[in-house]
């Protein structure tokens, strides 16, 4: 399995990118959850955003991005999206894509350790 995180690079403030996760040797349909996670430097791994398998099925954010970023898939492609509008400084990261085979209680999807496989990341630097 193995999963690559693309499309991160240097923006300006109030910029826009759209990450790319793509998964090979695994499809997401067999994956309760695909999530989106970032580092920034000093800081720990936090929770962005995540997308259940099904088609329809609510998404979830974090409060610092909802409003900015979009996450979505598309099955054909066996891709994940996440659309960052309105970028800030402090979306300064590298971004991971991130595959969850069980469901667990609460929100589950939040937490990195409940996730199994990790993409490598890719670096977002936004400028002020």
């Known amino acids: 399995v193995q999963l690559q995180a693309s499309g991160g690079g240097l923006v300006q403030n109030g910029g826009s990118l759209r990450l790319s996760c793509v998964a090979s040797g695994f499809t997401f349909d067999d994956a309760w959850a695909i999530g989106w996670f970032r580092q920034a430097p000093g800081k720990e791994r936090e929770f962005v955003a995540s997308i259940p398998r099904w088609t329809g099925g609510s998404t979830a954010y974090a409060e610092a991005v909802t409003g900015r970023f979009t996450i979505s898939r598309d099955g054909a492609k066996n891709t994940v999206y996440l659309q960052m509008n309105s970028l800030k400084p402090e979306d300064t990261a590298v971004y991971y894509c991130?595959?969850?085979?069980?469901?667990?209680?609460?929100?589950?999807?939040?937490?990195?350790?409940?996730?199994?496989?990790w993409g490598q990341g890719t670096k977002v630097t936004v400028s002020s």
């Open positions: 991130a595959v969850g085979l069980r469901r667990y209680g609460g929100d589950w999807y939040r937490r990195d350790a409940n996730y199994n496989y």
